[in-house]
């Protein structure tokens, strides 16, 4: 009943993730990789986009350290600070430090959530230099072949107060998400929980209703991970529509009349 | 006359705590939890929220961790921190990664009061990774099938600036709550407090008028807390108009005229 | 000539503090402390709150320990802290740790002004739970029946950002303080100066006046407290005209129109 | 060539600074002092607030601990500080605690500069508890009847976020202070510089020319300060008008027009 | 697979770093060196101002100490600060320091995104003085002949708010870069990838096209850098389209209508 | 090639800075440090201020600390921090503290840019009692008369958020300066760089056509430093028109179109 504990920069996956590739993506991010250019993945919540880096992790068989990003993430948090122990200060890698020095792969989830200074200290790492300078220690390290950065957004979030600097965007490899076409989405909902292929069409067709209310109401629509979750609370015997409502509407929105309508969605379907 | 002092991971609630369900909410929690899903919990204040989390900490024999969220919640708090003891550091896990490594509940109340850091550090934990990267000790913990995180919020004070992203939303099943029916809430308040069922039903009477006046002036109506306030006033003596100003219409608004209209209800009442 | 030193949870109030009701306070505040609910007290300045509460730990026989709240009161000020003595770390209470650990009150004066941390921190003594979390002991505090949370505020001074929340107020019985009424204030100004009647009347009179410019010019009228002053002024030999001016007038306001009209009515009455 | 060093509380005006009333000042002041109120001195910059508190401090025999107040003052800058000495922390009293302790009189210089939590932090001092609770040591210091809390500021500068709330306002005897009558401000410049009469009263007519600009262009006219800085300039050899216009009419105003039609009123006169 | 590691100060850079001047820079940073006067480069992100610092630092022999600027940055991390270790505090320069008393070259990148303070510290170095004073040694470091300041930034994106103010630019030499002319861009575009000559004419003509956007949509063209990043996915098999999709224009902007727009010139072109 | 390392208080100016006087500056500073009155000077960035403030501690045989002020500088940057060493604090002196207590002159440059807390605790040192209480020791330091404190600032840069306030201005006895007229400015150039005397007047002539565009799309025109900046350039063999855009033109403005009006400016004198 206790947690097991694992140091991030040992932390190999060890079995294939489940991923179903929607386009190039894997193939432009292993050429971005072996020319040492950092990948930026753009896309809705709950697409596919840590799936995706699991899934890269295991093929490159380098270790995945992930950081989410958000706006009290400090500098020191990605590149270390130093820790009294014993009467003396020991350095502690933070996780982008720890990526640079083990040849891993630092991917940094939500980068726009984060401050300036954490965007700005991946530029030296993110062009040719390839180079983390740890200031606190009086140190450079350049960043080994293997050593691959990472970072995702969602644009739909993207404020003006939010927005990537060119500065910071015109050094990455760009890949594109999206949620999978139907048949896809299916198959996907079906091989991760085990539910009956008519539901999981049902749960794709509602999903699709949700997102055409995007921007009419609702601020996004239902993702491939609601779904997932629907079907497993199905899966444990609760009733379709009540599992509809607590996996997908509730979790999408907090307006009644929206609530309502998206009821009589899932109403019509089950 | 001192204080009892409790380690938070083994402080397990021995008493089945009184709840009365008021829907499917207690099967949905077991589905999500057997499922390893987290849950939100969305409703007003007072309504018996903290109480069911209590009554399913005590269904499941786990410990529950509760954290009241607010503006100067770090990640930290919720993480944890080194502290220096006998010139070493000494690590202390926050109620989060305690929460974690003895596979207990962590109940986040009021989420949406905290700071964006912490919704964030609760990511990894909330999709089917389940880890917990704790940065300052370089470890990374995966919890046991038994943690299970929750968290609250109320939507009726959702503002724009302290709105859950979708990004955090949609990795939830959300449990919806509301007051109890009529009659059921005066079976509470009697249940509560011992008072006779008439008083008790004028109680629920008086709160439903309150409630009325939500948006009316109002910020919010009457809750069952109130109402169990009230009576355990007059149980101990005091008189029931009095009891109601003080425990109900001084609790809700300091507004000079809307507390004539409501003392005028109580008096109507009582 | 040096100051006197006391432990707060030690510094038990000796002499009955001079205190006139003005209302039921008294018994509400007996009943919500042996049912074990928190108090909040609301009221202008100056009109005997932080006396009632002197009078009531007197009456409880309790130690009362008073915080005045403020922008920049963190909620480690009322939890506590370590602090580092001889190379070790050593837990040092805040105040409200105390109040609990030690059975004591605990009165948080002009809550309103705290940051919402503050006011979070209490949400789990303010319930039916009772209890304190020592995030940074990984301590739970279970406070004993004798302790007891009260806080005040003024309700005049409350604007859209220092607004108590709902889930804050609704933890609490509230009791309404105002200035007495004429007679019982003359009455009050005489014991507490010892001034004969005539003058306090005519005291009592001036701030009336005052209090009647509230909204048209004054923030707030002159308190009971200001009576006290321009009366101990004046029995130190002060002219009363000019102790008006000094101890009401010019504590009242910096109107220059507004102090010529309050001097015209303080020479109206001496 | 290097400065002399003191401890503020042993800090004793030895001569008489000299101060030329304006009215009733220095009865007031000594009448609250003995009745234990505190005071609060309201007038423009330079007329002569700081002057009058050292003639207060000698003539009480009281040790006089001035603090500039200013956005940043903490509570702690005011109350004190552990540090940390020989691996031990060491408490060491703010002024505000110092002069509790000691029987002082602390004065806190434009008050309204400060934070709510250093004029928050006064509130127990400024009423009849007269006690400064100390929260990191876990102390309560009950001042002595010589303890003395006098502050100052310029309604002048009052603006909405700075303002004196009544709660702390309505706590204080109020003394106001203006510019000394022409005659008198004459006296003061020739007492303090040695200038013959002729001039320091060109001064003075000088002075109350810019004073009539205060509102048309001027934020200020020219102290009693300034005047003394041109005198001591002029007895140094600088030419009158030249003198005039580095020590008072550059020290007003930045403005090109504002400081023609001064440098004019200057030449008019001498 | 590990990272290698470096002192700042001692990274020399080996190999004359690739560089093709579009003016009279070269000559004028070496003139200025020579006369110690500090050096500012302004111009768009990608258009080489770090490859020139690198091929300046080749020049003079001299080791490059690069700093991206950020709002976060502080003086303190620029100039140094205590570490403990071993019971005593060790002073760490930070890399301005080191640049200055090692005789580098400090490179300030994007330096109005630093906070005033930055900006405001290197002052003393920037002019005839050449000091840099460093408070908590209470030491003054007087720069030797050798040590040199350049910082750079990008006129486009200036706001008010991040405005360089005149005190500070008037102390630098300034060079204007852009994008290098057609030919010149196709040639280093060949050198630095190896592609084919024709294909990088293509990727010029598309970065132009791109580059008339700027201000129509596009808050900025595509970069000298964003081409070496497309040839090189062109050179590992990746389709050119799809190159230029994922390289050029994904980085450039999240805008759906104009991404078709880009989309629809660069299949115009492959 | 490594720095020189001094302590300010004993880094005395040993040979005479060349500083041309514009009026009687020197004179009134005497008279004003004779008198122990502090010094404020006012007037646009390079023309003169920091060398004025080199000559005058080289005529008054006294140490100058300089500190460039700016939004982050905290009073204990001033006036001092402990330190630990050895397991112990030590307490190290702020360039105030530092001049203070020997008697030396303190420059604070640029004021304005300084928060509140800065320009307030120069107040005590600022008027007649010429004290600075360091809170953290519990000490008061007397200025020595050698003592000398000094401000700048750039009137037209004066915001009303960076406004210095009139209880600060009217402390100081204030000094206007400007740039020098056009002998006097050539003669200045060719004295600083040896250029020939036509090509300094040129210079003087160009600089004079850029302050006339002041308020006309420039912010400021080219100070007397920048005239020499681009007369060391041509003295290197940088060509006039290169070294005039470069050293005067791209550092006064990032404009196209007023940079093309400067450039037909320069080009019609050279």
Chains 1, 2, 3, 4, 5, 6 share one sequence.
């Not at 060890?14 to 971005?32: K, L, Q």
């Not at 990789?33 to 809705?44: S, T």
């Not at 954490?118 to 390839?130: F, G, K, Q, Y």
């Not at 760009?174 to 198959?187: G, I, S, T």
Request: proline share 5%; hydrophobic share 40%.
């Amino acid at each position: 009943m206790e947690a097991r504990v694992f140091k991030p920069e040992s932390y190999l996956i060890e079995n294939e993730p489940y991923y179903e590739p929607i386009g190039a993506e894997i193939e432009i991010f292993e050429a971005a990789y072996h020319n040492q250019l950092p990948v930026l993945l753009k896309g809705p919540t709950g697409c596919g986009k840590t799936r995706f880096m699991e899934h890269i992790a295991w093929r490159l068989k380098r270790p995945l350290i992930t950081v989410s990003c958000h706006d009290d993430l400090t500098a020191s948090d990605l590149v270390g600070r130093f820790l009294i122990s014993g009467g003396n200060t020991v350095w502690v890698d933070g996780p982008l430090a720890r990526a640079v020095r083990h040849g891993g792969i630092c991917y940094l989830d939500e980068i726009v959530e984060a401050r300036k200074d954490t965007t700005v200290v991946i530029h030296p790492l993110a062009d040719d230099r390839r180079v983390l300078p740890i200031e606190k220690l009086g140190e450079l390290l350049v960043g080994p072949p293997e050593f691959c950065l990472a970072m995702s957004y969602n644009p739909g979030y993207q404020s003006v107060l939010k927005d990537l600097k060119q500065s910071t965007r015109q050094r990455f490899v760009a890949l594109e998400f999206d949620y999978p076409a139907p048949d896809l989405e299916a198959k996907i909902v079906h091989n991760e929980t085990g539910i009956e292929g008519g539901i999981s069409e049902k749960l794709v067709k509602f999903a699709q209703m949700t997102r055409n209310l995007k921007g009419n109401g609702l601020e996004e629509g239902a993702s491939t991970r609601l779904l997932v979750h629907a079907a497993k609370l199905i899966m444990s015997g609760v009733n379709a529509n009540i599992a509809c409502r607590s996996a997908i509407a509730q979790a999408l929105t907090d307006d009644d009349e929206m609530l309502a309508a998206i009821y009589e969605l899932s109403a019509s379907l089950f």
